[in-house]
T-cell receptor, first 115, second 110 residues
Framework: GESVGLHLPTLSVQEGDNSIINCAYS??????FIWYKQESGKGPQFIID?????DKRQGQRVTVLLNKTVKHLSLQIAATQPGDSAVYFC??????????????FGTGTRLKVLA | DGGITQSPKYLFRKEGQNVTLSCEQN?????MYWYRQDPGQGLRLIYY???????QKGDIAEGYSVSREKKESFPLTVTSAQKNPTAFYLC?????????FGQGTRLTVV
């Protein structure tokens, strides 16, 4: 079935450096993508989203890039801070043409910020 | 404040018992979802509901049941047929766009 996966399970970054978290998706019909941050013992929190008619979207310290040609999504975090340490998930909302409307999550990447 | 509330935060179940996890939202969202998360893993979809009185199975529905009698509520029952129910359960709701998650219920079989 459709799946969303991540290349790296753990990413260690020095405080102040930029972080890049990658994600691959397999469903060509996906038209909406989301990045979530999950801290230990808590529910995922929305970070940023992007629709398939865009290549790039920026938020506060975060940027999401979408490459539909190779079905790749990335999350860039600028000037990584200790509070950014968490697990990051990408998710796709399967294309609505099928009538379905469900979110498919990848395995997640743990980001560790080193002081 | 609008939000989504899951209760209880921690739940212990004896083998062979059914338990029900509560999920309530006051965001006026039509869609609601239940996910299961195992340690160090991603979220797997159990059930989802687009409108009241309608719901669909997700990828791992066996051993679970749901109801959607009210827009605000989407309770999940973990039945005795679920052989490995120990996990972190997450409820979410959405209108259009991204899903908003609750803080989860950690279920442990004792």
């Amino acid at each position: 079935g459709e799946s969303v996966g991540l290349h790296l399970p753990t990413l260690s970054v020095q405080e102040g450096d930029n972080s890049i978290i990658n994600c691959a998706y397999s469903n060509s019909a996906s038209d909406y993508f989301i990045w979530y941050k999950q801290e230990s013992g808590k529910g995922p929190q929305f970070i940023i989203d992007i629709r398939s008619n865009m290549d790039k979207r920026q938020g506060q310290r975060v940027t999401v890039l979408l490459n539909k040609t190779v079905k790749h999504l990335s999350l860039q975090i600028a000037a990584t801070q200790p509070g950014d340490s968490a697990v990051y998930f990408c998710a796709e909302n399967g294309g609505r043409t099928s009538g379905t409307y469900k979110y498919i999550f990848g395995t997640g990447t743990r980001l560790k910020v080193l002081a | 404040d609008g939000g989504i509330t899951q209760s209880p935060k921690y739940l212990f179940r004896k083998e062979g018992q059914n338990v029900t996890l509560s999920c309530e939202q006051n965001l006026n969202h039509d869609a609601m979802y239940w996910y299961r998360q195992d340690p160090g893993q991603g979220l797997r979809l159990i059930y989802y509901s687009q409108i009241v009185n309608d719901f669909q199975k997700g990828d791992i529905a066996e051993g679970y049941s749901v109801s959607r009698e009210k827009k605000e509520s989407f309770p999940l029952t973990v039945t005795s047929a679920q052989k490995n129910p120990t996990a972190f359960y997450l409820c979410a709701s959405a209108r259009t766009g991204w899903a908003f998650f609750g803080q989860g219920t950690r279920l442990t079989v004792v």
